[in-house]
């Protein structure tokens, strides 16, 4: 399994914008299906956005449609989360997780799907 490692976390006001960075190592990561989760204190880990591993499908969970992007960049190993329009309830620490999969049709939202997980990085939205 890779090793994944988060960045670019942190606060930001309101309607605000932050750019999510998960590199990985270890691994073909071109072979890899990711996600990115998100928990917020007392909550479960939800599912945010997930690219399959050739980029060609992506999937979003309504509550970050239209304002959240995921992407990937195969050469540099590393998958993004563009975040716009950031609102008070996208606080949370942000988790990116892989999987070793050649499925191209679906994203599974499901985390216990995932092997890899890197260690979380923290968004606070201040209002």
């Known amino acids: 399994q890779v090793q994944l490692v988060e960045s670019g976390g942190g606060l930001v006001q309101a309607g605000g914008s932050l750019r999510l960075s998960c590199a990985a190592s270890?691994?073909?990561?071109?072979?890899?299906?990711m996600t990115w989760f998100r928990q917020a204190p007392g909550k479960e880990r939800e599912f945010v956005a997930g690219?399959?591993?050739?980029?060609?499908?992506?999937d979003y969970s309504n509550s970050v449609k239209g304002r959240f992007t995921i992407s990937r960049d195969n050469a540099k190993n590393t998958v993004y989360l563009q975040m716009n329009s950031l609102k008070p309830e996208d606080t949370a620490v942000y988790y990116c997780?892989?999987?070793?999969?050649?499925?191209?049709?679906?994203?599974?939202?499901?985390?216990?799907?995932?092997?890899?997980w890197g260690q979380g990085t923290q968004v606070t939205v201040s209002s």
């Open positions: 690219i399959t591993y050739s980029g060609g499908v992506t």
């Open positions: 997780a892989a999987e070793r999969s050649r499925n191209n049709w679906y994203v599974v939202p499901n985390p216990d799907t995932y092997g890899s």
């Open positions: 270890g691994g073909t990561f071109s072979n890899y299906a």
